[in-house]
């Protein structure tokens, strides 16, 4: 899935996590340090894994149990930002899945990249 993150994000996002980190708000502050300008919160980025694993694959009814990301790269309001997730193992006993996962950047920068295990509730039994 692919999305373009908005300026707005960071507000939402700030709504919801509280987090008002200046390198989030705060462009001479973010300026002056290695990132070199305002970053989007890591919640926002991954956040399209989350609508990747509920969406797409494995779909409607999962949910992360376990999730190990490493940010690589920053995300800046205006990247347009894709998840992937590939299935590497698929447990036979319960509807449980390993994935390896990455977000990526327009320019194909690697932004995020790690591994999560999911849950996949039998929607049609609920």
């Known amino acids: 899935m692919t999305r373009t993150i908005q300026a707005g994000d960071i507000i939402q996002f700030t709504a919801l996590s509280g987090d008002r980190n200046p390198l989030h708000y705060d462009a001479d502050v973010a300026a002056a340090t290695r990132l ?3 970053v989007v919160q ?3 980025t991954t956040a399209i894994l989350n609508a ?3 969406e797409r694959l ?3 009814g ?3 149990l376990e999730t190990a990301w490493r ?3 920053p995300a800046r309001p205006g990247d347009t930002i894709t998840g992937e997730v590939e299935v590497e193992t698929v447990r036979a006993d319960k509807p449980i899945t390993s994935l390896r996962t990455r977000v990526l950047r327009h ?3 690697v932004l995020v990249a790690g591994t999560a295990v999911c849950w996949t509730f039998d929607l049609r039994q609920a």
């Open 107 to 109: 320019d194909g920068e």
């Open 58 to 60: 494995p779909g409607p």
């Open 71 to 73: 940010f690589l790269a």
């Open 52 to 54: 990747v694993v509920a």
């Open 42 to 44: 890591g919640g926002v």
């Open 62 to 64: 999962t949910v992360f």
């Open 36 to 38: 070199g300008g305002i």
